[in-house]
């Protein structure tokens, strides 16, 4: 088995900071690519941001400049450093995380179970 724990959510006024963290846990081989997507009501799931196990990263062009993603692969955890929040970045904020199981052959997804980010104007 394979879980992922979300943590560093909540209630922050526009301008604000807040750090997100994903830590991967289990059966776990490998971990190759670490992700943060969001959702806000009535919208559909969008990616925020992704590293790669070589460390290359892309952002979604609506963060670019006030988010930065980050790992430690010696804790199996993914980090999202959110700076200069709008009110429009509220949204529930999922982690991704694409691995390779012990004795299991293949590569999997596994998600989060999502952390609300509230923004106040």
């Known amino acids: 088995q394979v879980q992922l724990v979300e943590s560093g959510g909540g209630l922050v006024q526009a301008g604000g900071s807040l750090r997100l963290s994903c830590a991967a846990s289990g059966t776990i081989f490998s971990i190759n690519a670490m992700g943060w997507y969001r959702q806000a009501p009535g919208k559909q799931r969008e990616l925020v941001a992704i590293i790669t196990s070589e460390d290359r990263i892309n952002y979604a062009d609506f963060v670019k400049g006030r988010f930065t993603i980050s790992r430690d692969n010696a804790k199996n955890t993914v980090y999202l450093q959110m700076s200069s929040l709008k009110p429009e970045d509220t949204a529930v904020y999922y982690c991704?995380?694409?691995?390779?199981?012990?004795?299991?052959?293949?590569?999997?997804?596994?998600w989060g179970q999502g952390t609300q980010v509230t923004v106040s104007s």
């Open positions: 991704n995380v694409n691995l390779i199981r012990v004795g299991i052959p293949g590569k999997y997804d596994y």
